[in-house]
Nanobody, 124 residues
């Protein structure tokens, strides 16, 4: 399976920015759609954003639309999440995940090989 390493999280004040990275192992990274998800304490993991394998198509959860931007660099096996205008409600552990089907990357996505995630904490 694809191994995933997320990084770039941290503590930031409301209104600030962070850029998350997810490096995936394996030579088939460019054939997968990629998604970002997050899980806040006591809550279910939720979909944040997704990007098609060639980066032609992106989609966002309503809660982050206009503030977050997903991108990818297939030469580096890396997907990014640029997060601007952060709010305290964005506080969560953020995870990335691959899928062979773009539209499956949603709140109902089931994946057995999550990475360790990266903690994002936004103070008010």
């Amino acid at each position: 399976q694809v191994q995933l390493v997320e990084s770039g999280g941290g503590l930031v004040q409301a209104g600030g920015s962070l850029r998350l990275s997810c490096v995936a192992s394996g030579r088939t990274f460019s054939s997968y759609a990629m998604g970002w998800f997050r899980q806040a304490p006591g809550k279910e993991r939720e979909f944040v954003a997704r990007i098609s394998w060639a980066a032609y198509t992106t989609s966002y959860a309503d809660s982050v639309k206009g503030r977050f931007t997903i991108s990818r660099d297939n030469a580096k096996n890396t997907v990014y999440l640029q997060m601007n205008s952060l709010k305290p409600e964005d506080t969560a552990v953020y995870y990335c995940a691959p899928s062979d089907t773009y539209s499956k990357l949603s709140n109902s996505y089931k994946y057995d090989y999550w990475g360790q995630g990266t903690q994002v904490t936004v103070s008010s």
